[in-house]
């Protein structure tokens, strides 16, 4: 069986990460872009010349041209400029307008059947963008930002309970940012749910609170401390699994920004809500009651991306 063919657009951290991991976990063969001459070229090199130690066969190319995209089975975009310290995802939001243009165009011509998953920041506009430019289905098109947004919140729950981050379960919905809803109710440890663990004394609510507000500034406190770029491990990670869920038709139940027509009463807009990836991309929008807190949340959260997708619409009004 030929190997799949996976297309990284953008080839800074996150992208060698990302190529670091496809070789890791045998996705597939690996094309690098970037617009800068030599650092896809370099990186690709490197990660081909650690599979002989790390065991594992893939080509990995490195590119400055969008032919080599040529029948790529997925895309992951991180193209663009990422923040820096006292930057918002939202003063991103021209640059990488630009890029996702020139990205849409080169995946539309290359890469019409993939399965494109995008990065790049503010990313509930930039998918949106993405999507338009380069017309795919709306199912093929998908945000990571949910998988990372509940990663960290597993992360800081599991240490908060000195449990296994594998039986601590999270739900994260809404945009990525500052407006993400944490659902405290649905989420669990190993299925009993943070409310009742804050009956049964193991944290109390302000510990709770605590831990939902670092989840929101989570990608803020990285940028703060590494001073030159944002977080990339992470992200690349999560990336990763929403590919491979596609790849292998894994079906995961997973919170992505996802094109909603008429779910949770929202039209022509992505936005954070669990998702099932399989091969034929979102197959299917996950659609949970919301009631008190949790919708207010949610509803400030559209809020917060239709602000930034009528911003594309004025800047780039034949993306419509
Ligand atoms: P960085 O290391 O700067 O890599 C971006 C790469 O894009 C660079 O190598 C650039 O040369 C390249 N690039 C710029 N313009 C173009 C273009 N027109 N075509 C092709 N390549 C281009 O950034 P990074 O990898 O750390 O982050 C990438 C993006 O992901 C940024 O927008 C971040 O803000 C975003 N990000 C999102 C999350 C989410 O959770 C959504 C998390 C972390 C980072």
Not at 19 to 44: N, Y
Not at 111 to 138: E, G
Not at 181 to 207: F, H
Not at 267 to 273: A, E
Request: glycine letters at 10%.
């Amino acid at each position: 069986m030929a190997r799949n063919k996976i297309a990284l657009i953008g080839s800074g951290q996150i992208g060698g990460t990302l190529a670091h991991l496809v070789g890791l976990k045998e996705l597939g063969d690996v094309v690098m872009f970037d617009i800068v001459e030599g650092v896809p070229q370099g990186k690709s090199l490197d990660i081909a010349q650690s599979s002989p130690i790390s065991g594992f066969d893939a080509v990995m190319k490195g590119t400055n041209s969008y032919e080599a995209l040529d029948g790529a089975d997925v895309c992951i975009v991180t193209a663009g400029v990422p923040r820096k310290p006292g930057m918002s995802r939202d003063d991103l939001l021209s640059i990488n307008l630009k890029v996702m243009e020139q990205v849409g165009a080169g995946i539309a011509k290359y890469a019409p059947d993939a399965f494109v998953i995008c990065i790049t920041n503010p990313l509930d506009a930039m998918v949106w963008a993405l999507q338009k430019s380069s017309k795919l289905p709306a199912k093929k098109v998908v945000g990571m930002a949910g998988v990372l947004d509940s990663a960290r919140f597993r992360y800081f729950l599991a240490d908060e309970f000195n449990v296994s981050v594998e039986d601590v379960s999270a739900f994260v919905l809404g945009g990525h940012g500052d407006s993400m809803v944490p659902l405290v109710r649905y989420s669990t440890v190993a299925g009993i749910p943070l409310p009742d663990l804050v009956k049964m004394g193991w944290t109390s609510q302000g510990r709770i609170d605590e831990i939902v507000n670092r989840t929101r500034n989570g990608g803020a406190e990285i940028v703060n401390l590494l001073k030159t770029g944002s977080a990339f491990y992470a992200p690349a990670a999560s990336a990763i699994a929403m590919a491979e869920s596609y790849l292998r038709d894994k079906k995961r139940v997973l919170p992505c920004a996802a094109y909603l027509s008429g779910e949770y009463g929202v039209k022509d807009m992505y936005v954070g809500v669990p998702v099932v990836i399989g091969s034929k991309g979102v197959e299917r929008i996950v659609e949970i009651e919301l009631s008190g807190k949790d919708r207010e949340g949610f509803d400030k959260s559209v809020v917060a991306v239709q602000t930034l997708v009528d911003a594309c619409k004025k800047i780039a009004p034949d993306l419509l």
